[in-house]
T-cell receptor, first 113, second 115 residues
């Protein structure tokens, strides 16, 4: 597609439930990134994919967080047993080369109640 | 430990005047710097960047200045327009090494341009 697409745009979930967030990167972009922005904070790096592999998962805040990417395209970020502190805007970005000129999606606003 | 700091959470400027947004960094490995602009309910969009081999980069109304010795950069918008009202994020990366793919962001500065 023309841009990075994320779905859903908003998600309200009950504490303890699992959620899946989806990202469709720009076609042909091999690098894909997940960031999150909590209230009043900057963007926090979560995970980076090059193709289908994730060389760096160090930003994932806990083992409740996981992500995968299939076919070098769509990525899913899964949060298990959600907690209130998981409430944030989750942003996906893609780029044709690493580290420069990210294109971000509009994000998924996750609210855990 | 914040490696990229934007110490002003907000800034108000009159239309037509200059807006100056500041950013400081602590990691001496950073050698590439970017500014992103974010409107509500949208993702950040790339605005302008600068490599550490330069001390200035200009693109239309936007100019970024880099002072490596002070580990400081600034974004100048001249003249400011109401459509420039947004949150501006400073970001940095190290072009070599294990973390070269990762951008480290500041917390952002909300710019309001008053008509």
């Amino acid at each position: 597609g023309a841009g990075v697409s994320q779905s859903p745009s908003n998600k309200v979930t009950e504490k303890g439930k699992d959620v899946e967030l989806r990202c469709d990167p720009i076609s042909g972009h091999t690098a894909l990134y997940w960031y999150r922005q909590s209230l009043g904070q900057g963007l926090e790096f979560l995970i980076y994919f090059q193709g289908n592999s994730a060389p760096d998962k160090s930003g994932l805040p806990s083992d409740r967080f996981s992500a995968e990417r299939t076919g070098g395209s769509v990525s899913t970020l899964t949060i298990q047993r959600t907690q209130q502190e998981d409430s944030a805007v989750y942003l996906c970005a893609s780029s044709s080369q690493t580290g420069y000129g990210y294109t971000f999606g509009s994000g998924t606003r996750l609210t855990v109640v | 430990d914040q490696q990229v700091k934007q110490n002003s959470p907000s800034l108000s400027v009159q239309e037509g005047r200059i807006s100056i947004l500041n950013c400081d960094y602590t990691n001496s490995m950073f050698d590439y710097f970017l500014w992103y602009k974010k409107y509500p309910a949208e993702g950040p969009t790339f605005l302008i960047s600068i490599s550490s081999i330069k001390d200035k980069n200009e693109d239309g109304r936007f100019t970024v200045f880099l002072n490596k010795s002070a580990k400081h950069l600034s974004l100048h918008i001249v003249p400011s327009q109401p459509g420039d009202s947004a949150v501006y994020f400073c970001a940095a990366s190290a072009s070599s090494g294990a973390g070269s793919y990762q951008l480290t962001f500041g917390k952002g500065t909300k710019l309001s341009v008053i008509p």
